[in-house]
DNA sequence: CGCGAAGTTGAAAGTTTTCAACGAGGGTGG
DNA sequence: CCACCCTCGTTGAAAACTTTCAACTTCGCG
């Protein structure tokens, strides 16, 4: 990890891509800026560990970052994959309670941080900040919502199908008839953890999407080329049919 | 769905086991207690569900509630078992958004409801009210966590494993070497899409956990014989190794 | 008493995982 | 600059597991 030493008017230009402090009035992110840092993290380091303290609210505004925990086995599991512009762990960090689960980032990455004294300061002098607050407690709620019903899909296929098309929906004011394509945010083990299913079966799946001609696999890129066609996958699992 | 009518003090009592109440100052539980309302479901009735506007919140003081969602092929997937006493979609309420999923009751049940505009007047009054209701959508998230960490489980049995568990752990000030005895929040089949299985797996499950000698099953109620048994489950799929 | 929902059990079918081998890419050090 | 190594991704075949289908039992309730 290292501090970079970034200009003032950097530092706002990150500030308004962070969206619990996209909304707030001038005179909040004025003294935000004053307080914030610029942090870098190398692929593979972490953010944080599971039960650490939380003293320090990460943004994450470039790169990509998971979330995972350790089960008894030993093993790991993805909880959440982030792209930027993206709160990392902001609930333990405004309840100063110990991080349930731990931070890797998954390429080369830049995050906004604030001690957690300096964002409590604000929550108390800004009620407006604290309904925010909320509101991006229950957006993260509802995400998780979404993933458990994903895992909840019988097979592989659907779970893939439903996981790109989550990315055509959520990034998409372009022409609608164009191939979508998706950048993967991180890399293809680590999507195959967060699905639930093993490297392997996630290429297999791949490669049988791409056979069907519905999607396109370029590396870490993929073209959706028929979106209807993963569509009719989660309607019935013969796409086939319609 | 009935309203009944229950002396104030009845009302008071009930109020004192919701968690975001609980701790509230005996001047807003007076306010409150005057606005609530006890209502009664049925087996199987609807609290409400995914996609109307969120205007009163329920809270679970007695029988049983499932949240559940559609999926896109028309089956449905429960996403939260809840034993009283619980919230039931309090994120949606406050924020006053669209519920994001259905509440379906699976025993006949009471709750204590509010109305939305009531609520809010109380978080405008005590800024400590918001900080409780963070501290709820934290513990939730952690719930979600817990939940999307236990279905990364590879088979069956370690999730019927690890779902046991987790009561063994919540309610336990007990005897530490008594079989704990645990009573299923809801029907077989209902905990069993809970758990992303098929009701026969469940059984099946069920079954070989109590050749075991592990647990004994007696109808909607299960006796842990061997907790341990169940923890070396997780540690690794080989419980006879230890 | 009898119906219907819930639960159990068996056997076959279908998926995913596991194990193993191989190829491609990136980074390091000689 | 090239050889080497290690990680990541891909592919095949066998093993393990869950689902599916079907029949049967149990339980609660009118």
Redesign the pocket.
């Known amino acids: 990890m290292k501090t970079l030493r970034p200009t003032s008017t950097a530092l706002r230009s990150y500030l308004q891509r962070v969206p619990l402090f996209a909304q707030c009035p001038e005179e909040d992110l004025d003294r935000v800026t004053g307080v914030a840092m610029l942090l870098q993290f190398e692929r593979?380091e972490h953010g944080f560990h599971a039960g650490e303290k939380a003293t320090r609210l990460d943004a994450l505004v470039s790169g990509g970052a998971q979330i995972y925990r350790t089960l008894p086995d030993g093993s790991a599991k993805t909880l959440h994959l982030f792209s930027p512009p993206a709160l990392l762990a902001e609930a333990a960090v405004f309840m100063g309670f110990p991080f349930p689960a731990s931070c890797q980032f998954t390429e080369e990455s830049l995050t906004l941080s604030f001690r957690r004294e300096h964002l409590i300061e604000l929550v108390e002098r800004d009620p407006a900040f604290a309904w925010r607050l909320i509101g991006q407690l229950y957006r993260k709620l509802h995400e998780f919502t979404d993933m458990i019903a994903s895992h909840g899909q019988?097979?592989?296929?659907?779970?893939v199908a439903s996981y790109l098309l989550g990315f055509v929906r959520s990034a998409r004011p372009e022409a609608p008839g164009a191939p979508a394509c998706v950048t993967?945010p991180a890399?293809?083990?680590?999507?195959?953890n967060y699905l639930?299913?093993?490297?392997?079966?996630?290429?297999?799946?791949?490669?049988q999407l791409e056979r069907a001609g519905a999607i396109l696999?370029e590396?870490?890129s993929i073209r959706i080329l028929q979106a209807e066609y993963l569509e009719n996958i989660l309607l019935d699992?013969d796409p086939a049919e319609s």
């Open positions: 593979g019988k097979n592989a296929v659907s779970r993967l890399p293809k083990k680590d999507i195959a639930g299913i093993r490297p392997e079966s996630l290429s297999r799946t791949f490669a696999v590396g870490q699992s």
